[in-house]
């Protein structure tokens, strides 16, 4: 049971308070990958990106709490503008979301009239109400695929997974200049150093990452890709370049396997922790069920605009 202790007596049982919590107001939990795994424990759904916009879309409940970041929370309302979408932390924001402010993307996309705009989800409901098609690295390269090889395009915010896109593809594309702390951030001499270490490891990555670790990769894919590979690869070792939250569900899938974060540039730290991600927490979930807040809004017609390229991103994924 979680719990929080005052002295030596149990105050609140969290774990207990939630639950009841949730059936009291017909609400479901979803969780992304890199949340913590007291979170993923409860959640009714965990996911990436592109499950969890399918889980939101689907869902039956009044009420959607959202153990992610605010942009996955904003993709929720807007798909069920009816419902009460709650973010535990409001300041659970998004560095790859935050480097594509609408302004100056309102100019980038001005300077090419004639592109289509493909944005990645990781990016705030006014940059989807700009785009044409929302995709995510799961999907990204099928619906890119789908695109007539003479219409010109846009990829936007994160310049890491539209390079890598680009080279699947084979298509030219502009790029805007975003990127991910978590994936930008990973040491390529620390890499090295541990797979010299663990020969028999193999390295798996996130498309965000950038090229020179990319390279090094024996298998790239989505957070729920790389799942699936660990449970599928005959391997028993791997180093894994994405936010660590993810290896929580390698080690309960195949608790036989071993999984070693990839190390961040920072001395201190062997791993690379969103901590945007990380703001969420157990007491911060507890109390927006019991305030039914923090509640995510936004203008209707920003919300109608955003819907039209997730609606388009959902056809094209099927």
């Known amino acids: 049971m979680i719990k929080e202790l005052i002295g030596n007596k149990p105050s609140i049982d969290y774990e207990k308070e939630i639950i009841r919590l949730k059936e009291e107001m017909n609400a479901v939990i979803l969780a992304h990958y890199y949340q913590t795994g007291d979170i993923q424990e409860l959640a009714d759904f965990i996911g990436d990106s592109l499950e969890l916009a399918r889980k939101a879309k689907e869902s039956k409940a009044d009420v959607i709490v959202f153990c992610g970041v605010h942009f996955m929370a904003e993709t929720a309302k807007i798909l069920n503008p009816e419902k009460l979408i709650l973010l535990p932390d409001m300041d659970a924001g998004c560095s790859l979301a935050d480097s594509c402010p609408a302004d100056k993307f309102t100019e980038f996309k001005n300077k090419y009239p004639d592109h289509l705009v493909l944005s990645y989800i990781n990016c705030s409901s006014e940059i989807k109400a700009l785009s044409d098609i929302i995709v995510t690295s799961s999907n990204a390269e099928k619906i890119v695929r789908q695109i007539p090889e003479n219409q010109p395009i846009i990829f936007a ?12 593809t084979g298509r030219e594309m502009v790029l805007w200049e975003g990127s991910c702390i978590v994936h930008e951030t990973f040491s390529d001499r620390k890499i090295l150093e541990l797979m010299l270490q663990n020969p028999k490891a193999k390295l798996i990555a996130h498309p965000e990452c950038e090229d020179h670790l990319l390279e090094k990769a024996f298998f790239i894919g989505s957070t729920s890709a790389l799942l699936k590979f660990v449970q599928t690869d005959p391997s028993t070792e791997y180093i894994v370049a994405t936010e ?6 390698m080690e309960k899938a195949m608790p036989a396997k071993r999984f070693i974060p990839a190390p961040g540039e920072e001395e201190s730290c062997n791993c690379n922790n969103c901590p945007y991600m990380k703001l969420n927490t157990i007491e911060k979930l507890y109390l927006c069920m019991v305030n039914r807040s923090p509640e995510i809004t936004m203008p ?8 039209r390229p997730l609606e388009k991103m959902l056809e094209m994924s099927n």
């Open 157 to 168: 915010p994160d310049k890491n997974l539209g390079k890598y896109i680009a080279s699947k």
């Open 244 to 249: 660590p939250g993810i290896i929580y569900q």
């Open 300 to 307: 209707e017609v920003i919300r109608v605009k955003a819907l």
